[in-house]
């Protein structure tokens, strides 16, 4: 396995933040038990984490001006970092004034043990949550959770509570992996929560 400090990586005119190779679940599909790198990185795998001051410096690779959005992804779950996460997402709001996403499983506030929802709240423009299957059973089967059976309707209650705080909350799905009925029964949840559902393809 190879292990680089690849903190940030471009696709196209957005800039991926890799803050963390940890994570709560331990996916079948995880694009990471899949390759070492993605999206023209050769390895996503951290040498360690990179300090706040170290994020920030590596924007300095970047013309900042033709970014379009930053977002919180990478080979982990990025709330595992969260508080470094906060702290960059402020500063690029306020040194560039870019719109933040956070890709993430949902189960940030069970990994922080606290609702994180709040705060959020000034500092992300969208949360992407991977929904993977509107089936409880069937999500932790595919997710791995540490959580068990926690973590399906905590991801969920993360969604909900999100709203309050974040512009655009949307469920994802994986493109082919669920059948018509499932998908239609991801878009009622995705209704009863009052977020948008996306079917997305697997490397997005
Ligand atoms: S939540 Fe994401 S990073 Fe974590 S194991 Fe699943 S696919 Fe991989």
Redesign the pocket.
């Known amino acids: 396995m190879a292990e680089a400090m690849n903190v940030l990586y471009p696709i196209g005119d957005k800039l991926y933040v890799n803050l963390t190779n940890r994570?709560s679940?331990?996916?079948t599909?995880?694009?990471?038990n899949a390759a070492d790198g993605a999206h023209g990185s050769d390895t996503l795998w951290l040498v360690r984490e990179p300090s706040f001051e170290e994020v920030m410096a590596a924007f300095d690779d970047y013309a900042m001006e033709d970014v379009t959005e930053v977002v919180f992804c990478g080979?982990?779950?990025p709330t595992c970092a969260f508080d470094r996460l906060v702290a960059v997402a402020r500063a690029v709001k306020e040194r560039w004034g870019k719109p933040v996403r956070v890709n993430t499983?949902g189960q940030g506030s069970l990994i922080c043990g606290r609702d994180i929802a709040p705060e959020l709240e000034g500092v992300v423009d969208a949360l992407s949550i991977?929904l993977n299957t509107p089936d409880a059973a069937r999500y932790l089967e595919l997710?791995r959770s540490r959580f068990g059976e926690e973590a399906f309707p905590a991801m969920l209650d993360f969604a909900r509570r999100a709203r309050a705080y974040v512009p655009d909350v949307t469920l994802t799905t994986v493109a082919t992996t669920l059948s018509p009925e499932e998908e239609q029964a991801c878009q009622r949840l995705c209704d009863d929560l009052g977020v948008r559902y996306r079917i997305r393809p697997w490397v997005d």
């Open positions: 994570c679940c331990d996916c599909f995880c694009l990471r080979y982990g779950e499983n991977s997710t």
